[in-house]
């Protein structure tokens, strides 16, 4: 049955446009943005087929274009479109943080860093820097590979955060195998940094660590 033949409460955007986003199923998202199904599967049909194979959503969102494409009812366009979509939501939260207080936004920052870096397949370390109010004046991802006390250089984060003219900074990595626990490795790295920073009156606030669910901080546990 076609989707129009459906009860209007019960069809994807008119749920949407009574009830809010926030009350559909991924399928029902999907097959919003997919528009149209295939031969014998109505949108919301492939929709579900497609989250079935990616085995869901963020596989989905992560896909390369080479695999996305592979996939009945995708392509190029539709690849297109939906990096579109990412880079908007990226570009929004950014523009959030740039505005107000990373203090007073910490569901903004989890966010945030959740869709720099949570797609990463090796180890990401960055950092925000912040102005004296505690505003995002940028964020640059500094190393890569083996995150540890070794291979993150504090010298190199004192000199971005002098070029950048930071009062503060929040440190953040990621962990591809999608636990956000710290290790031991993890908190010396922070201690170094935080020791470093310090001789040039730069603050770090916190240093989070993104994995599989919600950003971990090290700040909430007192551990910075």
């Not at 020791?195 to 551990?223: K, N, Q, T």
């Amino acid at each position: 049955m076609s989707i129009r033949d459906w009860p209007a409460a019960e069809r994807p955007r008119e749920k949407l446009l009574g009830q809010g986003a926030a009350t559909l199923t991924d399928a029902e998202l999907l097959a919003i943005f997919l528009r149209t199904g295939v031969t014998g599967k109505s949108a919301v049909d492939l929709a579900r087929h497609l989250l079935d194979s990616f085995g869901g959503l963020r596989s989905l969102l992560e896909a390369d274009q080479v695999s996305f494409s592979q996939h009945l009812g995708l392509g190029p366009a539709k690849f297109a479109q939906l990096q579109a979509v990412l880079e908007m939501a990226r570009r929004h939260l950014a523009e959030r943080l740039r505005r107000d207080s990373a203090l007073e936004s910490p569901q903004a920052v989890r966010d945030y860093l959740k869709t720099l870096l949570r797609h990463e397949p090796h180890e990401v370390f960055g950092c925000l820097f912040l102005d004296s109010k505690h505003r995002v004046l940028a964020f640059e991802a500094l190393f890569q590979g083996s995150i540890d006390s070794a291979s993150v250089y504090p010298r190199q984060v004192v000199k971005r955060a002098l070029a950048h003219n930071a009062a503060a900074l929040i440190l953040c990595h990621n962990h591809p195998s999608g636990v956000a626990e710290p290790s031991q490795a993890d908190r010396v790295l922070t201690q170094r940094l935080k020791e470093a920073l310090a001789l040039v009156d730069v603050r770090v606030l916190d240093h989070f660590i993104v994995g599989d669910g919600e950003p971990l901080s090290m700040a909430e546990y007192g551990w910075l």
